[in-house]
C-alpha cells in the first residue's frame, strides 16, 4: 500500500516501505516489517497495466481539488491517501466483476500469488525471496497452499480469459 510511482523501474519495482498506520484523512509510512528493502522482477504485461493506470490516476487527479499529489500512491484513495481495507474491498469487487472473475479478497492475495508461484514449481528461496520472508519456514508453513489438479485447471482458465 506505500507503494510509489518513483518505485517502479522497467524491470523491477523497489518495496522498502510500508503503511504503518491508517487513521481518517492521513496515513504513516515507514520502513517495511524486515527493514530491508526488496526488488520485485516486473514483466512487460505488468508495466503494461502500471503505465495504463498511471494515465488514469492522473486523470482523477486533474479532475479532484485537494489530491494528495505528494503522497505519489501507486494505490490511492479518491484523495491520494492510503485507502482503507473497505475501499480496496469494493474497488476489488467491481474489477472482478468487470473482469468476469472470482473476487479474491485483498488479505487472500498474498498467499494466492505464492501458493501460484509454488505450484508452477519455483524453488522455495526463490518464492521466499520473491516475499521478503526471511525464514523458508514462514513461507511454506504459513502461506503456500497446495492446489489440487482442479484448482490447476481453474487457474490456467483464469489466466486465458485475462490474457487471451
Not at 505488468?46 to 482523477?60: D, F, P, Y
Not at 508452477?120 to 508453513?141: C, E, F, M, N, R
Amino acid at each position: 500500500m506505500a507503494l510509489t510511482w518513483d518505485k517502479i523501474q522497467s524491470d523491477h519495482l523497489v518495496i522498502d516501505s510500508a503503511v504503518k498506520e491508517r487513521t481518517p484523512g492521513g496515513f504513516d509510512v515507514g520502513v517495511t516489517k524486515t527493514e530491508q528493502a526488496r526488488a520485485v522482477a516486473t514483466t512487460p504485461y505488468l508495466i503494461e497495466k502500471l503505465t495504463q493506470h498511471k494515465v488514469n490516476q492522473e486523470l482523477r487527479i486533474v479532475n479532484t481539488a485537494g489530491y494528495n499529489r505528494s503522497a505519489n500512491l501507486i494505490v490511492a484513495d479518491a484523495m491520494g491517501n492510503v485507502p482503507d481495507l473497505n475501499y480496496i474491498r469494493k474497488y476489488m469487487r467491481r474489477l472482478a466483476k468487470r473482469a468476469n472473475v472470482h473476487y479474491i479478497p485483498p488479505k487472500n492475495l498474498r498467499s494466492t500469488y505464492i501458493s501460484l508461484m509454488n505450484d508452477l514449481g519455483i524453488p522455495l528461496p526463490i518464492i521466499q525471496q520473491a516475499a521478503g520472508h526471511s525464514s523458508p519456514d514462514v513461507t511454506s508453513k504459513h502461506y503456500i497452499r497446495i492446489f489440487n489438479s482442479s484448482l490447476k485447471e481453474a487457474a490456467t482458465l483464469y489466466h486465458e480469459r485475462l490474457h487471451g
